[in-house]
Every structure is written in structure tokens, then in C-alpha cells.
């Protein structure tokens, strides 16, 4: 699942009603699951470019999506605490 769909949803889940996120508990651990996978994987991504060049926009561009991903999945947890 793309980044991008997966802030949809996360963002969608951020703006129902407190029952309905309780309803939707279940979906919420689902896609902190699939965040996590994605972050692994950018994580090994991550350092296989930086090892070959630490200075490219490839590896830069990795960087910012692993920055944005560990934010969405401290976000995610936080709602999940507070349910």
C-alpha cells in the first residue's frame, strides 16, 4: 500500500466521532502495522543508498519519507493510547 493512501486513511480515522473511532479500533492497529512494515522496509532502503551515496537525492528523498512515516506511526499510537 502507497504512502499516500496510507495517510489517507490515517487521516480519515483522525476525524471520525470517538464511537466511531472505537469501532474502528482494529483497523487503526492494521494500518500501524502496515506503517511499521513500510518504515522497515524504507529503513533497509534507507541504508543500502547511503551507503553507496549519503549525498544524493535518492537517499535524501528517503530520508523525508522515513521522517514522515515515523511521524504518522507516533501520531497512530498516540490515538491508539488515548482509546
Known sequence: MSTTKLVEKLEKFFDL???KQHKKHEKLLKIINKLEEKKSRLEQK???EGASDATGSDY???ERELQVISSLIS???QMDLTD
Do not use: F, G, V
Request: charged content about 40%; cysteine-free; glycine content about 0%.
Open 60 to 62: 535524501q528523498d528517503l
Open 75 to 77: 501520531k497512530a499510537k
Open 17 to 19: 466521532s470517538i464511537e
Open 46 to 48: 534507507t541504508r543500502n
